[in-house]
């Protein structure tokens, strides 16, 4: 599976026009934490367990606060780190942050 990295605020559109056709879940991530360090792990390790249909978006949400911040005001999900969105259909159905961040954990729909 392929990890996408959201580097630019103005693909945040995108990748939300992109829910309508697939699930996208975010991933934050700070480079700074340990406990993201070992949630980027558990992901990365377990990331055969994240659904086929789902696209994993990557945010390195130190050197882009800007995006973060946006996805939280989008999302009406209080920032976290480390922390998974998973978006369908323009809105945020599902979140996790700190120890839940699991690939297990990311439902499957139907």
Request: aromatic share 8%; net charge negative; hydrophobic share 40%.
């Amino acid at each position: 599976m392929a990890w996408h990295e959201l580097t630019q605020l103005s693909e945040l559109d995108s990748w939300f026009e992109r829910s309508y056709k697939q699930p996208v879940l975010f991933f934050k991530h700070s480079t700074r934490c340990s406990i993201s360090a070992a949630a980027l792990g558990r992901m990365q390790r377990g990331s055969h367990q994240i659904p086929e249909e789902v696209e994993v978006v990557y945010l390195d949400l130190i050197a882009h606060r800007d995006i973060s911040n946006a996805l939280a005001e989008r999302t009406g999900v209080v920032h976290e780190s480390p922390q998974l969105l998973l978006v369908h259909e323009g809105k945020c159905i599902f979140n996790a942050s700190h120890f839940d961040v699991r690939p297990e954990a990311i439902p499957v729909l139907n």
